[in-house]
């Protein structure tokens, strides 16, 4: 399994509705990661998660609340979110931070997250 | 500060014809990584090459290569004979060893390939 896949595919919430991303990958990969995309721009980087340890929060705003439950699972957790926190969230993963070598990334297909 | 630069933001070409993309990056670190995606319209990001800082060789594959030149701090790449799947947004990212950020893929803008039949 060479796949990193998140659910849902789109969602569509209330500013007042609570709601969670989810991203599952089953290559082994200690290393996990959350990017937001804006339409017509690139990915930008939320969190990092090394063997389940966040190790890079990039001053993301409290109301985005990540979790990573094993190795093999990453959930974001929604809540009071904005109008402009409309985007496509990007989940992907990565063997092994601890060693300094990168063996690149892989990326699920995303969230394309709207609140009204 | 933008780490990496891709200059172009659209390049328009017809089918057959090859299109370069053009990347710049900077960093103080000697080990370091550089990487290009792909994105559909679909939104996944696909993975295309790796590169690190000690290997310069070009590479090719297919009807993609890639030029690495440290001295100009460039990482191009080219489409030889487009298609029309070609058609896609391309990202050059930087991955640096030895800073805290170890780990974080930073993204330069991206170029929007149209590829018309």
């Known amino acids: 399994d060479t796949e990193v896949t998140q659910t849902p595919k789109h969602l569509v919430m209330g500013m007042t509705n609570k709601k969670s991303l989810k991203c599952e990958q089953h290559m082994g990969h200690r290393a996990m990661y959350w990017y937001k995309q804006k339409a017509k721009k690139p990915p930008e980087l939320m969190f990092v998660y090394s063997y389940e340890k966040l190790s890079i929060n990039e001053s993301v705003p409290s109301r985005f609340s990540p979790e990573c439950p094993n190795s093999s699972l990453l959930n974001l957790h929604l809540h009071a979110l904005q109008p402009e926190d409309s985007a496509l969230y990007l989940c992907?993963?990565?063997?092994?931070?601890?060693?300094?070598?990168?063996?690149?990334?892989?990326f699920g297909s995303g969230t394309r997250l709207t609140v009204v | 500060a933008q780490k990496v630069t891709q200059a172009q933001t659209e390049i328009s070409v017809v089918e057959k014809e090859d299109v370069t993309l053009d990347c710049v990056y900077e960093t103080r670190d000697t080990t370091y990584y550089l990487f290009w995606y792909k994105q559909p319209p679909s939104g996944e990001l696909v993975f295309l090459i790796r590169?690190?800082?000690?290997?310069?060789q070009n590479e090719i594959s297919g009807r993609y290569s890639w030029n690495f030149q440290k001295s100009t701090s460039s990482f191009n790449f080219t489409i030889t004979a487009s298609q029309v799947v070609d058609s896609a947004v391309y990202f050059c990212?930087?991955?640096?060893?030895?800073?805290?950020?170890?780990?974080?893929?930073?993204f330069g803008a991206g170029t929007q390939v149209v590829v018309t039949p």
């Open positions: 992907a993963s990565s063997q092994d931070l601890t060693a300094r070598v990168n063996y690149g990334y892989t």
């Open positions: 590169r690190n800082s000690f290997d310069e």
């Open positions: 990212a930087l991955s640096e060893v030895t800073t805290d950020s170890w780990g974080k893929l930073q």
